[in-house]
């Protein structure tokens, strides 16, 4: 491609949307300072220092952000997978709070390692991903529908299997619950994710694990997968037309259940890498309304725009305002609410990333028309108004030839004269 025909910088899809999304982070920080004020004018500049700075106090705190980061980008891929191939994974609740149950089902009751642990983590949100999937591609229900269903069914299901199996907590491993021990602690301590190679920058945390360097490579996997393999591309045709998709020669059916079982196995994993720290117990009774990491990542895959690459800087940012929210009662005179109406600011705002890509784009295509426009201005009005087909002036009529006359020949076998 010569250098004339390239694309402008500030024109280029990914640029776009990095713009819109950092224009949305920091409209939305800014609406957070004026409600910082309106509150308590003396404490706003603190309280802002606080939510921004918190995360970053000491190396303990940003290994909570990076540890509580990775659930929230495994759902952000999650959701964000879906959309890429035309799909509304709003199940991802559901299907995290399946893949924590998996997970803790085979480390607990089983008594396998953590590999193990994290793959059923990702089959059991498959499983339960599939059905929205099926729903969709077979008798052409709307998978929101069957998405929220099956989150209160598998939110539930999983408290009626917990209920009757008291091994599953810390209590049935001689644990009390002021202990606030894990029963996976007790239970089964080579189920627990490795710290990594660079538990020592964090001062051997006992936030910090791989979950998060599992989290990025899913990220990339995920961009190749998108962009650069058949499947992929397969997957996206379906999503933007599933009956041009067939007509193509392309299984729409397949494919489309395979998404959600895809983005399901993301979501399973998100609760998987959560609860395989070892450093939260999975207690039934607080499961009485749907996990938030599974909306969250929607918030995430938004603000994102769907980038796999994207989400794991969202989910980091999305992580860093969860912690400070904690921290900004302790810190200021505010509640630790304020950060979700900042986080909300911020993921309404989000929405309009698609407007300003419009905006940006529309002025592409105003450029163009006004580049035409000045070529075709040269033209004469002659060879304007001359029709395309009509036969030039100078060159004279020329008759055409008669066709020899060919003699019409006996048909075989007839008789001859």
Not at 101 to 130: D, R
Not at 155 to 182: E, K
Request: glycine share 10%; net charge neutral.
């Amino acid at each position: 491609m010569s250098k004339q025909n390239k694309q402008p910088l500030l024109q280029r899809p990914a640029v776009v949307g990095v713009l819109a999304s950092l224009l949305s982070i920091v409209v939305g920080l800014v609406l957070g300072f004026v409600l910082l004020v309106l509150l308590n004018p003396g404490a706003a500049v603190g309280g802002m220092r606080a939510m921004l700075a918190t995360g970053f106090s000491s190396m303990d705190k940003l290994g909570k952000v990076l540890y509580q980061a990775a659930p929230l980008m495994m759902c952000g891929l999650s959701v964000g997978f879906a959309f890429k191939t035309g799909l509304f994974n709003i199940g991802a609740s559901g299907q995290y709070t399946m893949g924590a149950f998996f997970s803790l089902l085979c480390a607990i009751q089983f008594q396998m390692p953590w590999y193990v642990c994290l793959l059923a983590g990702a089959v059991g949100g498959a499983i339960w991903g599939v059905f929205p999937g099926l729903f969709k591609a077979y008798f052409n229900v709307n998978e929101v529908i069957t998405a929220i269903m099956f989150n209160w069914i598998g939110m539930y299901l999983v408290n009626l299997l917990l209920a009757n199996m008291p091994n599953m907590l810390a209590s049935g491993w001689g644990a009390s619950n002021s202990d606030r021990t894990a029963a996976l602690n007790v239970a089964n301590p080579g189920a627990i994710l490795p710290r990594g190679p660079f538990a020592a920058l964090f001062g051997n945390s006992s936030w910090i694990n791989i979950s998060i360097i599992i989290t990025i490579i899913f990220a990339i996997l995920v961009w190749v997968i998108l962009q650069k393999t058949t499947f992929g591309y397969e997957l996206k045709a379906c999503g933007a037309n599933r009956h041009a998709a067939r007509y193509a020669g392309i299984h729409d059916r397949r494919n489309i259940v395979c998404s959600m079982a895809i983005a399901g196995a993301m979501a399973g994993a998100a609760g998987a890498l959560y609860y395989l720290s070892g450093n939260t117990e999975f207690f039934w009774t607080t499961y009485q309304s749907l996990p938030s990491e599974g909306f969250d990542g929607i918030a995430v895959a938004l603000l994102a725009v769907n980038n796999p690459i994207g989400v794991i800087f969202t989910g980091i940012f999305m992580s860093l305002l969860s912690i400070a929210g904690l921290q900004l009662t302790n810190l200021t005179a505010y509640n630790e609410y304020i950060t979700d109406v900042i986080i909300s600011v911020i993921v309404y705002l989000s929405a309009f990333s698609l407007l300003i890509q419009m905006m940006l784009t529309g002025r592409k295509k105003k450029l163009v028309v006004e580049a035409n426009k000045t070529t075709t201005a040269d033209i004469p009005a002659e060879a304007e108004t001359q029709p395309l087909d009509a036969p030039p002036e100078d060159i004279p009529d020329i008759p055409m030839e008669e066709a020899p006359q060919v003699p019409e020949q006996p048909e075989e076998g007839g008789e001859q004269a």
